[in-house]
């Protein structure tokens, strides 16, 4: 940055300018990025390691906790994730400014847009707690901040669903329109998700059942069979 006189006209000109969307995209995609680098780096260097279970029974890929335990894996996601909280919190603060616009002199909605703040930045702490502090180290912690994360982005949802509900449609923009129908949709593709992963959390936990192959193996059926299980 070149220095100009104080008060000169071009000292309040803008350095650099980041499309919105862009930088949405970015943000968004970083997780993505870290989740696959993660996940292939552990199946080519840790793949036993993580695929270990307590109960000694085999699974087929890592999962994300075990993967994201390991070194050089956690200090990728790590990397991402820091990247990828800081503008959340900026995001959380826009968003929070603009229903505030909306809703100046209607308290009821007011109060929702605060808990819909504070569900975001929950929601970005426990991010941050379960990818710093890895299950290897301090399970409890862990699992404290995996709730809270997975509570507090379930509530977000469904508040900011609820707030673009009762906007009037006739003073949104089409494009806004379109992202207050993607907001419903993937937060009942969200709740579908969660629910799938949590029966089969449970579901492994209580039972701790092996897949296909590796009850072939345990009533001794033969590789040739085995293979035929695969196909």
């Known amino acids: ?11 309040d000109q803008l350095l650099i300018r980041v499309p919105f969307t862009f930088f949405i995209v970015v943000t968004v995609c970083l997780p993505l990025v ?23 029974v085999s699974n087929y890929l890592p ?3 075990a993967a994201l335990s ?29 229903y505030r616009r909306w809703f100046s002199k209607k308290l009821v909605k007011q109060l929702l847009n ?17 990818t710093y502090v890895c299950s290897a180290e301090t399970y409890s912690l862990h699992k404290t ?24 449609k006739r003073n949104l923009s089409s494009e806004e329109v379109t992202s207050s129908r993607y907001k419903n949709r993937l937060f009942l593709f969200n709740i579908g998700c969660c629910t799938i992963a949590g029966y089969f959390y449970w579901r492994h936990n209580k ?20 293979l035929g299980l695969w196909k």
């Open 145 to 168: 901040g995996f709730i809270m994360f997975i509570v507090s982005s379930l509530l977000h949802m469904l508040f900011t669903c609820g707030l673009w509900q009762v906007i009037p």
């Open 34 to 56: 870290g989740f696959v680098s993660c996940i292939t780096v552990s199946l080519f260097y840790h793949f036993s390691e993580a695929t270990n279970t307590h109960c000694q």
């Open 207 to 226: 039972y701790c059942e092996p897949g296909i192959p590796g009850s072939a193996l345990q009533h001794g059926l033969p590789y040739d069979c085995l």
């Open 70 to 98: 390991l070194t050089p894996e956690r200090y990728i996601w790590r990397f991402c994730i820091g990247l990828h909280s800081a503008p959340r919190f900026l995001v959380a603060a826009a968003y929070f400014s603009f």
């Open 63 to 65: 999962s994300i906790s």
């Open 1 to 11: 940055m070149l220095p100009v006189p104080y008060g000169s006209f071009d000292r």
């Open 114 to 130: 605060i808990f819909t703040l504070l569900c975001a930045l929950s929601e970005n702490v426990g991010l941050l707690l379960l």
